[in-house]
């Protein structure tokens, strides 16, 4: 993937991003094919051509990067690794995601043991629509590397709403090596 990856890095905060990404999307259908390769190839450590610096994370429950962001929305996708890295960004730079509000609370214990497609995913999406209505300005997503369902909330809910109301996305991609955050 010649000319995909660029790595830049803060000596100061070790952190490191993914530059000339966002340049050329296309389709949402697209950026998931294109996300799913790169993360192939960044996760293949003899291959990556301009290398890779791990972002302040000592593993998918560890703290998440350490750089300076505007904070506000924070979203992710993919399992509890996924919710994991969001929630310690979301603590550490003073973010929000949807579990860290009392409607998120509410609904952890509302929907427990709910049958999760015929139940508790309405619930998730509505609340999230409303969470994703509600950001201002840029968002930070986490991803699992694994991949992103066609079928997630945040395919089908919150990209969407974000996407329409032209919310600058920063992609975190959550690896069992760290996560790589996506510019």
Do not use: C
Request: hydrophobic share 40%.
């Amino acid at each position: 993937m010649p000319g995909l990856i660029n790595r830049t890095s803060d000596a100061t905060s070790g952190a490191t991003s993914i530059n000339d990404y966002q340049e050329g999307v296309g389709p949402i259908s697209d950026f998931f094919s294109d996300l799913n390769g790169l993360v192939q190839h960044v996760t293949g450590a003899d291959e990556i051509e301009a290398g890779m610096l791990i972002a302040g994370v000592g593993g998918l429950g560890g703290a998440a990067e350490t750089t300076e962001t505007t904070m506000g929305r924070v979203f992710w996708s993919g399992g509890e690794d996924a919710m994991n890295a969001a929630k310690a960004f979301a603590e550490a730079n003073g973010g929000t995601t949807l579990e860290m509000t009392s409607t998120g609370q509410q609904l952890t214990q509302a929907t427990r043991g709910m049958d999760w497609l015929t139940k508790a995913k309405p619930l998730w999406q509505n609340a999230s629509a409303d969470f994703a209505r509600g950001a201002q300005g840029e968002v930070n997503v986490f991803q699992n590397a694994a991949g992103v369902s066609l079928e997630s909330i945040w395919r089908s809910t919150e990209f969407p709403i974000l996407q329409q109301q032209g919310n600058p996305i920063i992609y975190h991609i959550v690896t069992p090596s760290g996560v790589f955050r996506l510019q």
